[in-house]
């Protein structure tokens, strides 16, 4: 198996800068689900930002589980 490399983006939330790293694969499944709904990277990162309910968790794991979840939906159809 091969070591995944992270990919760093660094966005403004809350107005800071902040910076995010993520597996390529990861940032594609945003990418797309970004563009599915006609928004920018950086929005769809502020909205998920903005929902997490347990603020300990980090950016990049609500980011994953929020990719994740969003794959699991497209391929049931909801």
């Known amino acids: 198996m091969t070591g995944r490399h992270l990919l760093k983006r660094s966005f403004t939330l809350a107005g800071h800068r902040t910076s995010v790293a993520l597996e390529t694969e990861f940032w594609t499944a ?44 497209e391929r049931s159809g909801e």
């Open 30 to 73: 945003l990418e797309g689900l970004a563009a599915t709904r006609g928004i920018t990277l950086s929005a769809l990162v502020q909205q998920v930002d903005a929902a997490r309910t347990e603020p300990d968790l980090p950016l990049a794991s609500a980011l994953r589980v929020h990719a994740l979840v969003a794959s699991r939906q």
